[in-house]
């Protein structure tokens, strides 16, 4: 057995970091609605209220967020919590994997660099916090433990990130990634590249996360059909991913309320 040069704490720490930049995005993108258009899937359109130009197109894009089951409509409230993580996976974890994927249309070449382990690492972050915010779990130690268990093997005590620091530059970029998600229309892609630059920290752990099939790994080899492997592995290691998690909340929570799954 390698020694572990990390340790806990110094992990702990640093996916505490990360915690903190991913929970402000997704609250971003769940709960506000500045415009009212989320608001407005709960009324028929048209009625009870102004029918200008203005007020028509409002509507008209309060429908496709509804067909699009955004968190906030009345679709997505109907929603089991099934069918919301699978969202999560699909919708936005779908996305985000078109970054990580990018850097296999160099094929082998990409391999000579982490970007791609530690995009990937980031991407299923962001994906398994969503997923533990469904289950109600807004508690940080609890999701970094989560992150701990699914990505990096680790099972980590209660409480073990409340007090655990992290290294100097993991704090400083959590900090500029706040300050960009704020005024970034991008925040989801912003997000994932704090996340990327905070997790430079624990490379060691990069290689523990659920990865691509070795097939699509051996595809990604070549320039080009490297990044459609990248991508199509890269999904099927999220769905993964996001299936131990959802295991590991409900046979070791200590948070979670009981949730209707459907």
């Known amino acids: 057995m390698s020694p572990d040069r990390l340790g806990d704490q ?17 609250e971003l993108l ?38 699009a089951d955004t968190p906030g409509t009345k679709s997505w409230e109907s929603m089991t919590v099934d069918q919301r993580v699978n969202w999560w996976v699909r919708r936005v974890g779908g996305i985000s994997t078109v970054a990580v994927a990018f850097p296999g249309i160099f094929g082998v070449l990409a391999r000579r660099l982490p970007l791609g382990d530690v995009l990937g690492f980031a991407n299923q972050a962001i994906v398994l916090v969503a997923v533990a915010r469904e289950y109600g779990i807004d508690d940080r130690d609890e999701q970094v433990r989560l992150l701990a ?10 409480g073990a990130s ?9 704090a400083e970029e959590e900090q500029r990634g706040s300050q960009r ?11 994932l590249w704090s996340v990327t630059k905070i997790l430079r920290a624990v490379t060691d752990e990069l290689d523990k996360r659920p990865r691509s099939r070795t097939v ?21 290691a ?21 949730v209707r799954k459907g």
Request: glycine content about 10%.
């Open 10 to 26: 110094r992990v702990a720490g640093v996916l505490r970091a990360a915690v903190r930049v991913i929970d402000p995005m997704l």
């Open 216 to 236: 699509y790994r051996w595809l990604g080899n070549l320039p080009v059909v490297g990044a459609v492997a990248g991508y199509f592995g890269e999904r099927g």
């Open 181 to 191: 998600l704020s005024r970034s229309p991008f925040a989801l892609l912003s997000t």
């Open 30 to 67: 769940a709960d506000r609605d500045p415009l009212g258009i989320k608001r407005r899937t709960f009324t028929d359109a048209g009625t009870g209220g102004s029918t200008g130009s203005v007020d028509t197109a409002l509507n008209a894009v309060a429908k496709v967020f509804d067909a």
């Open 162 to 170: 409340v007090d655990a620091p992290a290294p100097q530059e993991a």
């Open 149 to 158: 268990s699914v990505l990096c093997n680790r099972e980590l005590p209660v």
């Open 238 to 258: 999220l769905v993964r991913a996001a299936k131990s998690g959802r295991t590991w909340i409900e046979r070791r929570s200590t948070t979670a309320p009981v």
